[in-house]
């Protein structure tokens, strides 16, 4: 058996990047160094980091096919409300999905995060 246990995701400036998750979704950081910043989402139930790339960038697209999905226990409606007024753009309305209600962002490297109601 296998289990995913982190994600982290190469972006193209580290600090830009973690003032949008920090500031625009008010993720909490749990730790920062120069190459690496880790979040914890969820009362840290859950983590994971955006850090420096590891291979060079030029010409290449960052979050194409990646998506990332976070359970939240808000209103979604009131989420999605609270993070428009923080300067988040949600990419279309929120949807009905087999999973719960949900909207989907982006973030600047163009992965896909998804807010989600579970059922």
Same mark, same amino acid.
């Given at each position: 058996?296998?289990?995913? $246990?982190?994600?982290? /995701?190469?972006? &193209?400036?580290?600090?830009? *990047?973690?003032?949008? #998750?920090?500031?625009? /979704?008010?993720? =909490?950081? %749990? *730790?920062?160094?120069?190459? !690496?910043?880790?979040? @914890? #989402?969820?009362?840290?139930?859950? *983590?994971? !980091?955006? &850090? $420096? ?6 010409? @290449?697209? /960052? ?9 939240? =226990? %808000? ?6 409300? =609270?993070?428009?007024? &923080?300067?988040? $753009?949600? /990419?279309?309305?929120?949807? =009905? ?13 163009? #992965?896909?995060? $998804? ?5």
């Amino acid at each position: 058996m296998m289990t995913l $246990t982190f994600a982290s /995701l190469q972006v &193209r400036d580290l600090e830009a *990047s973690k003032a949008f #998750y920090s500031q625009k /979704l008010g993720f =909490e950081i %749990e *730790s920062f160094n120069p190459q !690496a910043c880790v979040f @914890k #989402y969820n009362k840290g139930q859950a *983590s994971f !980091a955006i &850090r $420096t790339p590891l291979e060079p960038l030029e010409g @290449k697209e /960052l979050g194409v096919g990646v998506a990332l999905w976070f359970a939240v =226990e %808000e209103e979604i409606d009131s989420l999605r409300a =609270e993070l428009a007024t &923080r300067g988040l $753009t949600a /990419l279309g309305p929120i949807i =009905e999905t087999p999973f719960g209600r949900a909207f989907h962002a982006q973030d600047l490297d163009g #992965y896909k995060l $998804t807010f989600l109601n579970e059922k």
